[in-house]
């Protein structure tokens, strides 16, 4: 099993910026992919962005591209996501998810969530 925090979330105002973290613990010599995503209340479960642990591949949704930055640190198994130019849409809770599969839809591991809210 790997477990994963989250933390750094909380409220800014439209423009700020934000960075959260994601700690993993456990089994993480079997992750091969992390990623966030994000929910608002009433909506599904949004891709925001991933990378993986190997090769640094990276992907990013199209509204958080040039604004969003994902980055890991494999020695302390934590995954990062530095938030700029943020606007009042980035509202909702940001969720750490781990993948054992290099590539695909799937994660098999959550964090319990947190919220970012932006002021406008």
């Known amino acids: 099993q790997v477990q994963l925090v989250e933390s750094g979330g909380g409220l800014v105002q439209a423009g700020g910026s934000l960075r959260l973290s994601c700690a993993f613990s456990g089994r993480t010599f079997s992750i091969a992919r992390m990623g966030w995503f994000r929910q608002t209340p009433g909506k599904e479960r949004e891709f925001v962005a991933s990378?993986?642990?190997?090769?640094?591949?990276?992907y990013y949704t199209d509204s958080v591209k040039g604004r969003f930055t994902i980055s890991r640190d494999n020695a302390q198994n934590t995954v990062y996501l530095q938030m700029n130019s943020l606007k009042p849409e980035d509202t909702a809770v940001y969720y750490c998810a781990a993948s054992r599969r290099y590539s695909g839809p799937s994660y098999e591991y959550w964090g319990q969530g947190t919220q970012v809210t932006v002021s406008s």
């Open positions: 990378i993986t642990r190997s090769d640094n591949r990276i």
